[in-house]
């Protein structure tokens, strides 16, 4: 796919994290060169490896992060970059260059302030693990059902941005639950966010990943979760509320049995009560919490229509 608009390639800052990644940087710079993009920025994690060196001989800039993990070192990029575009790219040449223009296009024509690439449309078998094929499922619904907008990939490591949005997110966390707050925000934000088909290869075999499925899922749902707090009480609350009332059930349905046997269970019989009325209490809270959100989501909106005028 060619671009649809006229386009200077410099006003696109290939924005590439990394953290020893020599088995792949250079081609992956290359590649990009190929297609005519030669304003490339990688942000290194410190890598003990020839990463940085690999990155600067192929003739890109390179600047090491001050601090630790990818969330911080996108943090730290997003400062440094000026441009009107952004294409953030993982380095370990799991995502294809030549996949750039249809993470741009949408931008270029003004219609999304930030693409997805969307790697469930073409992927190699070997390119997910079992695991990670079902985490990324698992927390992509999870993130549909606190946000209520389906986003096909929240996690993916090929994205694209205009300048606004890179400038207008308010970005903290430091880790792998990066990508996470990034789609958070820009939903919080009412960015036009626009999901692409782009193609996922497997990872090269002499790179290891920096993942650890288990843990990091576990971060980025906890992140998912906790951020659905602002965004979303009612979930938040009403899935503390449901746990509760449940529980609430399940002890009153054996207090009732016992009674009906002529077994009477006084502090069972508070416990239920007790658990029935806080579950109650916390969809009370989720609503007046919802509340407080949309008033402050119309404030906001009417902020950002006066500074846009
Ligand atoms: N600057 C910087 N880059 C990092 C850090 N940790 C990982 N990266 C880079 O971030 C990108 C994504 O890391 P991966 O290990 O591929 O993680 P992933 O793609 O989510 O997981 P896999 O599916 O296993 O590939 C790669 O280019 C890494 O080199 C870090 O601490 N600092
Ligand atoms: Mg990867």
């Known amino acids: 796919?060619?671009?649809?608009?006229?386009?200077?390639?410099?006003?696109?800052?290939?924005?590439?994290?990394t953290l020893n990644e020599e088995a792949t940087i250079k081609q992956l710079i290359e590649d990009f060169q190929a297609e005519g993009f030669e304003n490339i920025l990688v942000i290194d994690g410190h890598s003990r490896d020839r990463t940085r060196q690999l990155a600067e001989e192929s003739g890109a800039r390179v600047v090491v992060q001050e601090g630790k993990g990818k969330g911080q070192a996108v943090q730290e990029a997003f400062q440094l970059i000026e441009d009107p575009y952004t294409v953030m790219i993982d380095g370990d040449g799991t995502y294809l260059a030549s996949d750039i223009y249809t993470v741009l296009n949408p931008l270029i024509e003004g219609h999304a302030d930030q693409t997805i690439g969307n790697r469930f449309a073409n992927f190699e078998p070997e390119a997910f693990t079992k695991l990670n094929l079902t985490g990324n499922k698992v927390l992509n619904k999870l993130f549909g059902l606190a946000y209520g907008v389906w986003l096909e990939d929240i996690l993916t490591g090929y994205r694209g941005f205009n300048k606004r949005s890179i400038k207008g997110l308010n970005l903290n966390e430091m880790g792998f639950e990066i990508e996470t707050e990034i789609t958070v925000e820009s939903v919080k934000h009412e960015m036009k966010v626009e999901v692409?088909?782009?193609?996922?290869?497997?990872?090269?075999?002499?790179?290891?990943?920096?993942?650890?499925?288990?843990?990091?899922?576990?971060?980025?749902?906890k992140t998912i979760f906790r951020m659905a707090r602002l965004h979303n009480p009612m979930f938040y609350f009403g899935i503390f509320g449901s746990l509760l009332t449940l529980s609430g059930i399940v002890v009153g349905v054996y207090v009732v049995n016992e009674w009906l046997s002529g077994v009477t269970r006084i502090p069972m019989t508070i416990l239920t009560a007790l658990l029935i009325m806080t579950g109650i209490q916390m969809f009370i809270f989720g609503m007046l919490s919802d509340l407080v959100v949309s008033l402050h989501r119309e404030t906001m909106r009417m902020m950002r229509k006066n500074n846009e005028r």
Do not use: W
């Open 1 to 17: 796919m060619e671009i649809q608009v006229p386009l200077d390639k410099n006003d696109v800052c290939i924005l590439i994290p």
């Open 196 to 221: 692409v088909p782009i193609t996922y290869v497997a990872r090269h075999s002499s790179a290891d990943t920096k993942l650890n499925p288990m843990r990091d899922g576990f971060k980025i749902g």
